[in-house]
Nanobody, 125 residues
Framework: QVQLVESGGGLVQAGASLRLSCAAS????????MAWFRQAPGKEREFVSA????????YYVDAVKGRFTISRDNAKNTAYLQMDSLKPEDTAVYYC??????????????????WGQGTQVTVSS
């Protein structure tokens, strides 16, 4: 069974840091584009960051540029999202996603084949 399992969420104060992990199992994800999305209460799910299969290309939504860093360890079949200088507006459920495509595409219709169950991140002011 193919699974993506997120961990590392929690309740922190503004300005703090968290590191999310996305552990993949059931198949090798070393050739996949991996990404993080988030969904705040009452809002649609939005793209946060993505990393191509080799880690040579990364992408971020403007709201997190300079504060979040995506990375991956293909030997561990795991992707990470380091979140620094957290703000209350970062509060959301964070989801890991994977595409069987090596290079990431951020446009509408890009296929995200696998999703995790999400991990809650709450940032208090």
């Amino acid at each position: 069974q193919v699974q993506l399992v997120e961990s590392g969420g929690g309740l922190v104060q503004a300005g703090a840091s968290l590191r999310l992990s996305c552990a993949a199992s059931g198949r090798t994800f070393s050739s996949d584009c991996m990404a993080w999305f988030r969904q705040a209460p009452g809002k649609e799910r939005e793209f946060v960051s993505a990393i191509n299969w080799s880690g040579s290309s990364t992408y971020y939504v403007d709201a997190v540029k300079g504060r979040f860093t995506i990375s991956r360890d293909n030997a561990k079949n795991t992707a990470y999202l380091q979140m620094d200088s957290l703000k209350p507006e970062d509060t959301a459920v964070y989801y890991c996603a994977a595409s069987i495509r090596r290079e990431c595409g951020l446009g509408y219709g890009f296929p995200w084949n696998y999703w995790g169950q999400g991990t809650q991140v709450t940032v208090s002011s």
